[in-house]
């Protein structure tokens, strides 16, 4: 059973416009989330997260919005740009220091100049 | 600042041979370690943890272990790989991150693990 689930493998938009990634998660008990990014042959690198407590975190052209209710996370990155195009992982942990957390499988992003 | 370091980068192994995977952290101390591993097209699936030296928890009955011997060390081993081993292999420190005001891991460089 997987517990956070991205249904988007890939989404492509046009540089200057908005990217909208979604992810769904199924434990109601997971209390804080985290987005990742990722280019080829790297280890992803950390982006933006967000806690339960908060349904909107925003840093620069980076924003995470949370809906518990619907147990929906997406993050909007605006105006995107070429060199956001890789691959960004969605991530859920049951604890605020991000311990064990949970991973979904991904979305690639490819931005088109 | 904190630095994660992690060899080697590729690494091609026959079947039934043993396995030894190094990470270090630097800049840091007592640190949350984790060793993901990524199948092709896949997320990152988490296969131990560490929270000290010489403590470590498996998430998943594998072919593989995990060490620690020293705080800042973290191993990953397998004494024979199988076909199904094959996987890009990443260490990570939880702690905080995003210029030190979110929570989050510090992934390695990862290692591609290609066992044929």
């Known amino acids: 059973d997987q517990q956070v689930k991205q249904n988007s493998p890939s989404l492509s938009v046009q540089e200057g416009r908005i990217s909208i990634l979604n992810c769904d998660y199924t434990?109601?008990?997971?209390?804080?989330f985290l987005w990742y990014k990722k280019y080829p042959a790297e280890g992803p690198t950390f982006l933006i997260s967000?806690?339960?407590?908060?349904d909107k975190n925003e840093d620069g052209r980076f924003t995470v919005f949370l809906n518990k209710s619907a147990k929906h996370l997406s993050l909007h990155i605006v105006p995107s740009q070429p060199g956001d195009s890789a691959v960004y992982f969605c991530?859920?942990?049951?604890?605020?220091?991000?311990?064990?957390?949970?991973f979904g499988d991904g979305t690639t992003l490819t931005v088109k100049p | 600042s904190q630095t994660i370091h992690q060899w080697p980068a590729t690494l091609v192994q026959p079947v039934g041979s043993p396995l030894s995977l190094e990470c270090t952290v630097e800049?840091?101390?007592?640190?949350?370690l984790y060793w993901y591993r990524q199948a092709a097209g896949r997320g990152l699936q988490l296969l131990f943890y560490?929270?000290?030296?010489?403590?470590i928890s498996s998430e998943v009955p594998q072919n593989l272990s995990a060490s620690r011997p020293q705080d800042r060390q973290f191993i990953l081993s397998s004494k024979k790989l199988l076909l199904s081993d094959s996987g890009f292999y990443l260490c990570?420190?939880?702690?905080?991150?995003?210029?030190?005001?979110?929570?989050?891991?510090?992934f390695g460089s990862g290692t591609r693990l290609t066992v044929v």
């Open positions: 990570a420190w939880g702690g905080r991150t995003g210029l030190g005001r979110s929570y989050g891991y510090t």
């Open positions: 967000i806690s339960s407590i908060k």
């Open positions: 560490s929270v000290g030296i010489g403590q």
């Open positions: 800049g840091t101390s007592n640190p949350n």
């Open positions: 434990n109601s008990m997971f209390d804080y």
């Open positions: 991530a859920a942990s049951l604890n605020t220091n991000a311990g064990k957390s949970t």
